[in-house]
């Protein structure tokens, strides 16, 4: 059984810039949400994707988009990026994405630098 | 406003010590409380509790919830340098499984 793969590891972009994170989701996973980690803080929910549809959304702009592919792979597209935007992307993948109540099982992270 | 509130925000024991971690919440459309160890990156999941009152229990780790007074404790007997780590505890709410976060507790067990 393959786990939460993300890509890349690690990711320095200046401000302006546009970045796209990937990841691939736990094999018989359907449903992958998203979260950003800054330094000593819990995961803040960004959004959640089932079906290749957006299911939930937390209090981010809408510079921060994403896809789901057909094989329940992801990405995270954030466009005009701010300082405020370095932190630890989470991605985290769970079979079926309705009644809150499936486990989420988490990829090693994308370390975004903004400078 | 949804909010997860854990204590202490950091803890310093010996191996063999035990410790209990603390998750208190105010969260509407409550679902489910996770634990998750998180050593470097990867957020590992330890425990899913869905109902108030049933132990779930792991090895030296154990885990209650108590939905009336909203909180859940973590227990870790008998405490390992391996088990130092940041202990995070989530909320599931609503229908789109989004998990709200705590701060998380630092765990740092000395030999």
């Known amino acids: 059984e393959t786990g939460v793969t993300q890509s890349p590891t690690h990711l320095i972009k200046t401000r302006g810039q546009q970045v796209t994170l990937r990841c691939s989701s736990q094999?018989?996973?359907?449903?992958v949400s998203w979260y950003q980690q800054a330094l000593g803080q819990g995961p803040q929910f960004i959004f959640q994707y089932y079906r290749e549809e957006e299911n939930g959304r937390g209090n981010f702009p809408p510079r921060f988009s994403g896809l789901q592919f057909p094989n329940y792979s992801s990405e995270l597209n954030v466009n005009a990026l701010e300082l405020d935007d370095s932190a630890l992307y989470l991605c985290?993948?769970?079979?079926?994405?309705?009644?809150?109540?499936?486990?989420?099982?988490f990829g090693p992270g994308t370390r975004l630098t903004v400078l | 406003e949804d909010k997860v509130v854990q204590s202490p925000l950091s803890l310093v024991v010996h191996e063999g010590d035990t410790v209990t971690l603390n998750c208190s919440y105010e969260v509407t459309n409550f679902r489910s409380l996770l634990w998750y160890k998180q050593e470097k990156k990867a957020p590992t999941f330890l425990f899913m509790l869905t109902s108030s009152g049933i132990e779930k229990k792991s090895g030296r780790l154990s885990s209650i919830l108590d939905k009336k007074e909203l909180f859940s404790i973590l227990n870790i007997t008998a405490t390992q340098t391996g088990d130092s780590a940041v202990y995070l505890c989530?909320?599931?709410?609503?229908?789109?499984?989004?998990?709200?976060f705590g701060q998380g507790t630092t765990l740092q067990v000395k030999p």
């Open positions: 985290a993948s769970s079979l079926e994405g309705t009644a809150g109540t499936r486990a989420q099982y």
């Open positions: 094999s018989g996973h359907n449903t």
């Open positions: 989530a909320v599931g709410s609503g229908n789109t499984g989004k998990l709200i």
